[in-house]
């Protein structure tokens, strides 16, 4: 081989290696996202499966809110984070129950469903009253349940599948404000429960 081809062949040589190795990289990121596609959607139908059968169980008042979300649920934002031992999946709903609130500019609603060993045994549905865009809201939406963030502003509400109002929580630039619960008190006033108990909504002390 003539000396002068040397280095030639040299730079053709790693230039195809960097070549092999891009295309790899690349097609490696390919089939991990296509994956976790996968598993989303995978997921999804976990969800549906569970209203579902939730259905059979309830009220056929129950049944047709149930029913409802069925309808507004949407497949094209699930995500799945890890909170302990269990799996959350979110799930965005077109609407829900809960109206725009005077003094915040956007409202959105979510849905999550508490997975173990596999396994959904429960949900919960958000509406969130803010300012915030909602590409903001999703990038941050874990620690805005966990009030671990640093920015949201805003009102969540809590509401269970059945749609009993649960808990509300106003939050200033990741910090708690102000948060209300139902409470189950009886006629006198305490707070036993028994068959004649009525539902209030109070404040929290934080």
């Not at 000396?3 to 690349?26: D, E, G, N």
């Not at 097609?27 to 976990?46: H, I, M, P, S």
Request: net charge positive; aromatic share 8%; proline share 4%.
């Amino acid at each position: 081989m003539p000396p002068q081809l040397k280095p030639f062949i040299m730079a053709r040589f790693v230039k195809l290696l960097l070549c092999i190795i891009s295309l790899t990289l690349i097609l490696g990121a390919c089939k991990k996202f296509e994956t976790t596609k996968d598993n989303e959607q995978n997921v999804y139908q976990q969800a549906i499966a569970f209203l579902k059968q939730k259905q059979t169980t309830v009220s056929l008042y129950q049944a047709k809110k149930i029913d409802t979300l069925l309808q507004n649920l949407l497949s094209t934002n699930v995500r799945i984070i890890r909170h302990g031992e269990t799996d959350l999946i979110l799930c965005d709903l077109k609407t829900y129950k809960n109206a725009p609130k005077p003094g915040f500019a956007n409202t959105y609603y979510k849905i999550s469903f508490p997975m173990k060993d596999g396994k959904i045994n429960a949900g919960l549905i958000y509406t969130i009253h803010t300012n915030f865009p909602k590409e903001q809201i999703d990038r941050d939406f874990q620690n805005i349940l966990l009030v671990k963030s640093r920015e949201f502003t805003g009102e969540i509400v809590t509401n269970s599948l059945n749609d009993r109002f649960i808990q509300a929580s106003l939050m200033k630039e990741g910090r708690l404000e102000k948060a209300w619960e139902l409470h189950m008190k009886n006629p006198d006033g305490s707070g036993q429960a028994n068959m004649g108990c009525r539902a209030t909504i109070a404040p929290l002390t934080i």
